[in-house]
Structure formats: structure tokens, C-alpha cells
């Protein structure tokens, strides 16, 4: 749990908001499929609810308690815990998705190495972020830093440098940023 958390007082408004790019989450998260999806950084399950009918079983992870509380529970699964160690086995999961959360993470590589180490063999992990190189981005990034939130936003092809070896593209639309990693 973060030392002020930010998201809990936004948690109700945040539920609210729908999530607009399902169509490009469903193409490049090869969805539908079969099995198990985690999201993680999850908050209140606005993306994961979005698609919850192109999978079996949702799991959403999030540190941010006053978030996973606005949660559907009858539909999603609500884990509280930080994306640098994940309270799951390996080969956990068909599918893994973190939406506009990577900046907010404490440690991005080792939130990196979690969530390729519970991707099963043969599934896809998908890191959609705004992109940073966009003017409208930089201003949220300093917003966010007057607000103290602690964000640090890293580039495309930086998410990308998280998954060195790994098989992976990059999807650019507007000002936001689709990383997919193959396993
Ligand atoms: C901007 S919200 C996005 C929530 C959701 N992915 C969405 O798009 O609606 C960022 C979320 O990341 C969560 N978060 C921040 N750091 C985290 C970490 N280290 N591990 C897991 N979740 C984290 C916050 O609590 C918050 O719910």
C-alpha cells in the first residue's frame, strides 16, 4: 500500500469512467480466448469489466484498496497486492493486461519480471500506456508531479527495453501506447 494513496480518494469518480479503447485491447490482447486474464494496477475493474465477456475468469490486482472496493465483485476477482510481487504461481494465467498503471509502479523491471513470470507459455501480455512523447502526456505527467503522485512515465520503446529478449511489438494510436509481449 502506498504511503498516501492517491487513487482511493478517486476510486468512486474512476469507477464511473468507461474505457473507451476496448477494440484495440480485443485485437492486440488476442481476445477472445480461453482461460484466465489478470489485470494488474486493475483499480476498479473499469478495463477489466469492459472485456470480462471475452474470457473465463477475471482477476484484477491492485494495491489501492479504496480502488479494488468499487470493484463488480459478483463478476471480477479483486487481489490486493503491488505489481512487483504478484501473489500468484507461474504459468498463471492465458492473458495479462496492465492499463495506465505502469508510471504509477514503484519498481517497473521488477513489475516487468512479475508479470511475464505468471504469463503462461503461449499467452500475450499487453502494457497500454499514455505515450509520453505526446505534449498533451507531458502535461498530465506534471500535473501528476504536482500532486505528488510519485509517476514516472517511460516511453514505448522503454516498456518495450523491460522485455529485452522477449518477442514483442509496438501499437501507437493518438497518445496512447500498446506494448505486446509474446511468451
Ligand atoms: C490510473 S489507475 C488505472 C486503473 C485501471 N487500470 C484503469 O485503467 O481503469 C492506476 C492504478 O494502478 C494502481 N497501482 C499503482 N501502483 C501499483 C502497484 N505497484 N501495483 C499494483 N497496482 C498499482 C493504482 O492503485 C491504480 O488503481
Redesign the pocket.
Known amino acids: 500500500m502506498p504511503a498516501f494513496d492517491h ?1 482511493a480518494l478517486i476510486a468512486p469518480m ?1 469507477a464511473r469512467v468507461s ?1 473507451s479503447k476496448v477494440a484495440v485491447m480485443r485485437a492486440v490482447a488476442e481476445l477472445p480466448v480461453h482461460g484466465r486474464l489478470l ?6 475493474g ?2 477489466a469489466t469492459a472485456i470480462r465477456d471475452l474470457v473465463d475468469d477475471v482477476v484484477i ?4 484498496v479504496g ?1 479494488l472496493r468499487e470493484a463488480p465483485l459478483s463478476t471480477l476477482q479483486p487481489v490486493c497486492g ?3 510481487a504478484l501473489p500468484f504461481a507461474d504459468e498463471s494465467f492465458e492473458r495479462v493486461i496492465m ?3 505502469l508510471h ?3 519498481d517497473h523491471a521488477h ?1 516487468a519480471r512479475e508479470m511475464f513470470r505468471v504469463l503462461k507459455t503461449g499467452g500475450v501480455l499487453v502494457i497500454e500506456e499514455p505515450d509520453i512523447r505526446t505534449f498533451g502526456v507531458k502535461l498530465i505527467a506534471l500535473a501528476e508531479k504536482l500532486l505528488l503522485m510519485r509517476s514516472h512515465f517511460l516511453a514505448p520503446d522503454e516498456i518495450a527495453e523491460l522485455f529485452a529478449d522477449r518477442e514483442k511489438t509496438i501499437r501507437v494510436e493518438d497518445s496512447t501506447a500498446w506494448v505486446i509481449i509474446r511468451k
Open positions: 487513487f474512476y474505457y489485470d494488474v494496477g486493475g483499480g476498479t473499469r478495463v490486482a491492485d494495491v489501492s480502488m503491488g505489481s512487483e492499463v495506465d498503471a504509477h509502479v514503484i513489475t
